[in-house]
């Protein structure tokens, strides 16, 4: 149990473009949900918690009118990459919190951006 | 200085090896302890799950914390090929959500 998938795997798009992502609790609903960045050999970076019915809370550093995060429902959340440029190439990872059980994240595969 | 130091490694062993992975932290404050196991353009996949300090053995992987000296640590024994990939320590404190990821240490077992 508690998977999480992501949709797409990986896109490629020209600069100028918005893309967005999907993060999807497949058997189990996520009242929260974590966006993370994380750059070739680097660790995860935390972007943003989306929670179900609220607004995003971005990070430090975070642009949120550039990532733009929706959690429409219990089980999933989007990420959308508007106005994409060559430095948002990166590997964007989603989680979800198992609802009650706030110490366990449960990752995405993760999605490859590539923007030319 | 980071919350959370890892030393990154590339770490190559071979195969049938003892592995010890280790992590430093700085904050008193974390309570759960983790380690993840991420293949390469993968997400993390979750390994090994500690509360405050301790040993945790499942299988061939054995966790241990050591708050004294903010510490913690992953064994692999009986390594295999199949184990090479990159293993993140992680942390968050008792009341939030927020982990804290080292930065990974890339292993791979030789065959």
């Known amino acids: 149990g508690a998977v999480v998938s992501q949709h797409p795997s990986w896109v490629i798009c020209k600069s100028g473009t918005s893309v967005k992502i999907e993060c999807r609790s497949l058997d189990f609903q996520a009242t929260t949900m974590f966006w993370y960045r994380q750059f070739p050999k680097q660790s995860l970076m935390l972007m943003a918690t989306?929670?179900?019915?609220?607004?995003?809370?971005?990070e430090q550093g975070v642009e949120k009118d550039k990532f733009l995060i929706n959690h429409a429902s219990l089980t999933l959340s989007t990420l959308t990459v508007t106005s994409a440029h060559p430095e948002d190439s990166s590997f964007y990872i989603c989680s979800a919190i198992l609802a009650g059980v706030t110490d366990t994240q449960y990752f995405g595969p993760g999605t490859r951006l590539t923007v030319l | 200085q980071k919350e959370v130091e890892q030393d990154p490694g590339p770490l190559s062993v071979p195969e049938g090896a003892i592995v010890s992975l280790n992590c430093t932290y700085s904050?008193?404050?974390?309570?759960?302890f983790m380690w993840y196991r991420q293949y390469s353009r993968k997400g993390p996949e979750l390994l090994m799950y500690t509360y405050s300090s301790g040993n945790k053995e499942d299988g061939r992987f054995t966790a241990q914390v050591d708050k004294s000296s903010k510490y913690i640590s992953l064994f692999i024994r009986d390594s295999q090929p199949s184990d090479s990939a990159t293993y993140l320590c992680?942390?968050?404190?008792?009341?939030?959500?927020?982990?804290?990821f080292g930065s990974g240490t890339r292993l791979s077992i030789r065959p």
């Open positions: 992680a942390m968050i404190e008792s009341s939030a959500s927020k982990i804290i």
């Open positions: 989306s929670n179900e019915g609220s607004k995003a809370t971005y």
């Open positions: 904050n008193s404050a974390f309570q759960y």
